[in-house]
């Protein structure tokens, strides 16, 4: 099979929709990162995900629908607080889990009594999704233990034949995962933490649980290079350095992620800038771990952040992608 990026005209968009409809697969932007479409409803096109991404079948998949009202189409009941974060939150990098509508087989929940539900805040997704004129499953746009894809090209170094087609987007605006909130507990419970703050849920909802994530599950997103995360403190960069030049004096190839207003604090060692904020780092992150690979970088260590805002959700996944390994 020929992989073909397409760009995101309404001929190519409709071109996408019309393969989706016909049990295809279709890889496409969101504000997160590149997702890998195919119709929810239709079981045997999902387990064509599952095969291509090369993913544990007993990892649900996330449903994207088009607007609010169609999330009605996919679970059997939305709570008051449910429909509260979807008024506030959707399109946007939230993720609902509800009771699943019987329409969808058990391949996308792997098994289980619930559906996670969101729309993606991108004109191109929500198009296709509506043209598509069913829900969409959307895993990201790459193999297991692969970083999650934050451009186009992302996707065709994993996917390439793989696939018919990619609609080129251009770069992920927030380039972290949706945040999962399960509305079906009480409290909610915070499932994963990521480009909606658990702040800004609770200024929503009220109190929420927040439920520890298990680090580096099998089928996540990890780099080959050995990922250390660093905890914020003051005297960060100094130990940072000293972590650095431990690794270098054993013959590792070492790389330093960091805002770009602490690159003068490594000095001469080598170096990712990663933005001037944590948002800027959020959006940069996969992309500079897909760097490390394509550079053979065996160890990337990563600057700490503090646990505000959307710095939790960099923090969460930090701590997932570098199985734990905290200097």
């Not at 409709?14 to 049990?23: D, I, M, N, P, W």
């Not at 580096?216 to 990890?222: M, N, T």
């Amino acid at each position: 099979m020929k992989t073909e990026i397409l760009q995101p005209t309404a001929a190519n968009i409709l071109r996408c929709a019309t393969h989706l409809k016909s049990g295809g697969l279709v890889a496409f932007p969101t504000e997160t990162v590149y997702a890998l479409g195919a119709v929810a409803t239709d079981a045997e096109a999902v387990k064509k995900v599952y095969a291509v991404k090369d993913r544990p079948t007993d990892r649900p998949l996330i449903v994207a629908v088009a607007k609010r009202s169609d999330v009605y189409s996919v679970a059997k009941t939305v709570p008051d607080k449910a429909r509260v974060l979807m008024e506030k939150f959707m399109p946007g990098a939230l993720t609902v889990l509800l009771d699943r509508a019987d329409n969808i087989p058990d391949v996308v929940t792997a098994g289980g009594g619930s559906v996670a539900v969101r729309i993606p805040d991108n004109e191109i997704a929500l198009k296709l999704i509506g043209l598509t004129g069913k829900p969409v499953v959307v895993p990201s746009a790459n193999t297991s233990e692969k970083p999650s894809p934050t451009l186009a090209k992302h996707v065709l170094d994993d996917l390439d034949g793989k696939i018919a087609y990619i609609l080129d987007g251009g770069q992920s605006e927030i380039g972290i995962e949706s945040t999962i909130v399960d509305v079906r507990t009480e409290p909610p419970s915070v499932m994963r933490v990521g480009g909606v703050s658990v702040a800004d849920i609770e200024s929503a909802i009220g109190a929420v649980r927040v439920v520890r994530e298990n680090r580096r599950d099998s089928g996540k997103y990890v780099p080959r290079a050995e990922v250390l995360f660093s905890a914020y403190y003051d005297g960060m960069a100094d130990n940072i350095c000293r972590r650095y030049d431990e690794l270098e004096a054993k013959g590792r190839q070492a790389v330093i992620l960091c805002l770009d207003c602490n690159a003068d604090k490594y000095g001469k060692r080598r170096v990712y800038t990663v933005g001037a904020d944590y948002a800027a780092y959020a959006h940069n992150m996969f992309a500079a771990l897909r760097r490390a690979d394509d550079e053979n970088i065996d160890a990337v260590i990563a600057e700490g952040v503090k646990p505000d805002g959307i710095g939790l959700s960099l923090i969460s996944r930090l701590v997932k992608t570098s199985g734990g390994i905290i200097i």
